[in-house]
T-cell receptor
Framework: GNSVTQMEGPVTLSEEAFLTINCTYT??????LFWYVQYPGEGLQLLLK?????DKGSNKGFEATYRKETTSFHLEKGSVQVSDSAVYFC?????????FGTGTRLTVIP | GAVVSQHPSWVICKSGTSVKIECRSL??????MFWYRQFPKQSLMLMAT?????????EQGVEKDKFLINHASLTLSTLTVTSAHPEDSSFYIC????????????FGPGTRLTVL
């Protein structure tokens, strides 16, 4: 079946620190992979995506590479800002549905 | 970007009553709307998919008579939790799509339901 496992939070970092949020998946077939972000009081927004193996999705300084051999799609950012504080969800599509991880809350302190 | 609103943002009700949650696409026509449920520290779980003017398609294990979904227009879908019980307490999130592809969903901010 389809499932996503992501690291539990919360994660607290100082401004300008390096961020990694791990995400691994189980899927039938070859899904597209996504990272969504939810800022306080707002809906989930698509942050980045990758549609096939070795693709790298990137947006707003965030990156994630579709690793088929390790079934992973880890989210990284070289230097986080206070404005990056949010909940991050890893997801995959399967059977025309989205399957989400549990979300990781990131807090960046000045 | 496309905006989706939900109302109310939170609601508290007594056991046995019904609660209606609205999901609106504010600046685009949503041919498809999705309803998700999220328990604390758990994933968003798809409950049902609705297309404007037709009956919703429910995921396995979701009671269609308990969670009534109406998608009467291209900008509005409603979820009614009938005869709510404490175990229905959860965070309900809707999303809307005007195109093809699962990644073209725009999400509402969610509704926190607490049943006493």
């Amino acid at each position: 079946g389809n499932s996503v496992t992501q690291m539990e939070g919360p994660v607290t970092l100082s401004e300008e620190a390096f961020l990694t949020i791990n995400c691994t998946y189980t899927a039938t077939g070859y899904p597209s992979l996504f990272w969504y972000v939810q800022y306080p009081g707002e809906g989930l927004q698509l942050l980045l995506k990758a549609t096939k193996a070795d693709d790298k999705g990137s947006n707003k300084g965030f990156e994630a590479t579709y690793r088929k051999e390790t079934t992973s799609f880890h989210l990284e950012k070289g230097s986080v800002q206070v404005s990056d504080s949010a909940v991050y969800f890893c997801a995959l599509n399967g059977a025309n549905n989205l399957f989400f991880g549990t979300g990781t809350r990131l807090t960046v302190i000045p | 970007g496309a905006v989706v609103s939900q109302h109310p943002s939170w609601v508290i009700c007594k056991s046995g009553t019904s609660v209606k949650i609205e999901c609106r696409s504010l600046d685009f026509q949503a041919t498809t709307m999705f309803w998700y449920r999220q328990f604390p520290k758990q994933s968003l779980m798809l409950m049902a998919t609705s297309n404007e003017g037709s009956k919703a398609t429910y995921e396995q294990g979701v009671e269609k008579d308990k969670f009534l979904i109406n998608h009467a227009s291209l900008t509005l879908s409603t979820l009614t939790v009938t005869s709510a019980h404490p175990e229905d307490s959860s965070f309900y999130i809707c999303s809307a799509s005007g195109g093809t592809g699962v990644d073209e969903q725009f999400f509402g901010p969610g509704t926190r339901l607490t049943v006493l």
